[in-house]
């Protein structure tokens, strides 16, 4: 379990109440507790525009980037309300208690008013597009919504819950563009978001040490070891779920092409990638950074969407 707490660990070095951006603006504070450094979790919406042959479609790409710039929207009120309900055990925590609202920077009320405006503005934006694109976006920030409040607390229901949101926002990539979207696409998503929950997961635990539970009590019901078994079975299932998906006949009809087979390389490294850097480098806290950060990781996911890009729209060799 979880190692005694001492003076030198990290949730003994939080930052204190108050000390978080100091002589920043107002606009900067709310921008940052929007969280953009998150939004790269939202390409996930494009998934649509590649795989429902539409990127050489200058009306669906416009519709496709409307619609991330929504989820970029709803999903920085989720962060704004998880900030505001989770203050003071942010305050605790050695990376959170520098967040605008933990730190006493920005009032709970001031962001959650502005909050509650951008997602007014997003969802109008969303019916906009489509009705049923809206109510995929309004699913989603109701799902996210309650993930903020009850869901975080319940044992396995925390991480489903997160990876449940990714599996909307593919959904609502191909509705806004009205393509289908494979049943395989989806059950990868949803796998590989658990790995990325699960993943979180431990490093908190591991991270906060005896910490853990006072920054989020739900910790107490996982272990380093069960959650490196949970993450096992996610690993093996979202790798078997995408080959399926690259050598399914269903695939090899719709693309014309069987080469779809020769991307498995690239999620097989970047799933071991990450492994690695969760297991030896201690990361994993967040996904969207560690892409971003991680070189090789983020040249494997370039090189996976250049090659489907190139045999699903190319079809090299004419196969």
């Not at 605790?92 to 405006?117: D, E, F, M, N, W």
Request: glycine share 8%; aromatic share 10%.
């Amino acid at each position: 379990m979880a190692r005694r707490a001492s003076s030198s660990s990290p949730a003994a070095n939080a930052a204190p109440h108050g000390a978080g951006v100091p002589g920043r603006s107002v606009a900067y504070l709310l921008f940052r507790s929007l969280r953009p450094e998150q939004w790269t979790k939202n390409l996930i919406v494009f998934a649509g525009l590649i795989f429902g042959l539409e990127l050489g479609n200058a009306g669906s790409i416009v519709r496709a980037a409307a619609a991330f710039a929504v989820f970029c929207a709803l999903s920085g009120v989720v962060y704004v309300v998880n900030d505001i309900m989770d203050r003071e055990a942010d305050r605790r925590h050695p990376l959170k208690a520098r967040r605008p609202i933990a730190s006493g920077a920005l009032s709970p009320v001031l962001a959650g008013t502005v909050a509650a405006a951008l997602a007014v503005g997003a969802l109008a934006v969303a019916f906009w597009l489509g009705w049923r694109f809206g109510a995929v976006a309004l699913a989603y920030l109701l799902l996210q919504s309650f993930y903020s409040g009850p869901l975080k607390h319940i044992v396995i229901l925390d991480v489903l819950t997160i990876a449940i949101g990714f599996v909307l926002r593919a959904a609502a990539g191909a509705v806004v563009i009205d393509v289908p979207i494979s049943h395989w696409l989806l059950i990868v998503t949803v796998l590989l978001a658990l790995f990325l929950a699960l993943s979180k997961r431990r490093h908190e635990l591991v991270m906060l040490a005896d910490g853990a539970l006072e920054h989020r009590p739900i910790l107490g019901e996982y272990s380093p070891y069960l959650l490196d078994q949970m993450i096992s079975v996610v690993t093996a299932s979202t790798l078997v779920a995408y080959i399926f998906y690259c050598i399914s006949p269903e695939t090899v009809q719709k693309f014309n092409t069987d080469l779809l087979g020769l991307t498995i390389p690239f999620p097989l490294y970047g799933i071991f990638r990450y492994l690695y850097l969760v297991h030896r480098r201690e990361g994993g806290g967040s996904p969207s950074q560690m892409l971003l950060n991680d070189r090789l990781l983020l040249t494997c996911v370039a090189l996976w969407v250049l090659a489907v890009v190139v045999i699903v729209y190319l079809r090299p060799f004419g196969v």
